[in-house]
Nanobody
Framework: DVQLQASGGGLVQAGGSLRLSCVAS????????IGWFRRAPGKKREGVSG????????YYADSVKGRFTISSDNAKNTVYLQMNSLVPEDTGVYYC?????????????????WGQGTLVTVSS
């Protein structure tokens, strides 16, 4: 079975940092692009960042550009999201998801596999 395990969330003050990890298993990691999404309270799930390591391509939402950095360690089947200069608007449940690399960039509904989410809370 394919599993995506997101971790690294927590409570942090505004201006602080967190690093999220997404560990994938049950799939050929090199064949997939990984995206990070978040659902803020009362809002729809939105794309935050993504990476297609086979293309050396990354994506960032405008709201996180310059503050978040996505990276991958293919040897560990892991994608990281380094989040710096966090603001309260970054609060939400963060999910990682996988889509076949041929379908990237992809809409949210096109992602094949989803992790369970990790909660990020940024206090003001």
């Amino acid at each position: 079975d394919v599993q995506l395990q997101a971790s690294g969330g927590g409570l942090v003050q505004a201006g602080g940092s967190l690093r999220l990890s997404c560990v994938a298993s049950g799939l050929t990691f090199d064949d997939y692009a990984i995206g990070w999404f978040r659902r803020a309270p009362g809002k729809k799930r939105e794309g935050v960042s993504g990476t297609n390591s086979s293309l050396g391509s990354t994506y960032y939402a405008d709201s996180v550009k310059g503050r978040f950095t996505i990276s991958s360690d293919n040897a560990k089947n892991t994608v990281y999201l380094q989040m710096n200069s966090l603001v309260p608007e970054d609060t939400g449940v963060y999910y990682c998801a996988a889509v076949n690399r041929g379908g990237w960039p992809a809409e949210i509904y096109q992602y094949d596999y989803w992790g369970q989410g990790t909660l990020v809370t940024v206090s003001s």
